[in-house]
């Protein structure tokens, strides 16, 4: 009783920018600043690991505000959408309630009757890498993803949200006994 969905099937209907990018180049390095909003690149995402915010820059409110359609909230799934890094993930962890992005990052908002980190699960592996690949390798230049190419991904879910629940669950218990 599974069903395979388009990602658009499972977006925030109430949320106007569900799915998206970033700035799109408008925020330059030197606008960095080392307090502030959370400015999430590419080097801050993983290969389905947490978000590292070891090396995270920031940028000031004003800054956030030109820029508001890429605002990412807790639970916000994020992927590298360009380059050879396409296929790296995160989740917008709950300590961090607004941060915003590049447009070389995508970022995916969630309905409330899905487990965002079942669906980051799904991306994370070998099936959700795969087709972020299938998409980006249809390109002549550099491989890369737009928003509306990355609302045909696929996502297998089970008829329930408890049995996405189940599973988060026990890949949170499993995966660190594997790595």
């Known amino acids: 009783n599974w069903n395979l969905v388009k990602i658009t099937r499972i977006l925030d209907k109430n949320h106007p920018y569900a799915i998206g990018d970033g700035d799109h180049g408008s925020i330059k390095t030197d606008q960095y600043l080392d307090s502030g909003i959370p400015f999430i690149r590419v080097q801050n995402l993983g290969w389905g690991t947490a978000l590292n915010l070891e090396n995270v820059v920031y940028i000031s409110e004003e800054d956030n505000k030109q820029i508001q359609n890429s605002t990412l909230r807790p639970n916000d799934i994020l992927f590298a959408k360009t380059g050879a890094t396409i296929g790296k993930t995160a989740i917008m ?41 299938d998409i980006a390798l249809q390109k002549t230049t550099r491989p890369e993803l737009s928003i509306e190419e990355t609302k045909s991904i696929k996502i297998l879910l089970p008829h329930d949200r408890r049995i996405e629940d189940d599973i988060v669950n026990y890949l949170d218990d499993k995966l660190p006994v594997f790595d």
């Open 93 to 133: 962890p709950d300590n961090i309630p607004v941060a915003n992005t590049t447009s070389h990052v995508g970022k995916i908002t969630l309905s409330k009757e899905h487990n965002p980190k079942y669906v980051f699960y799904v991306l994370s592996s070998q099936v959700g890498y795969r087709q972020f690949w």
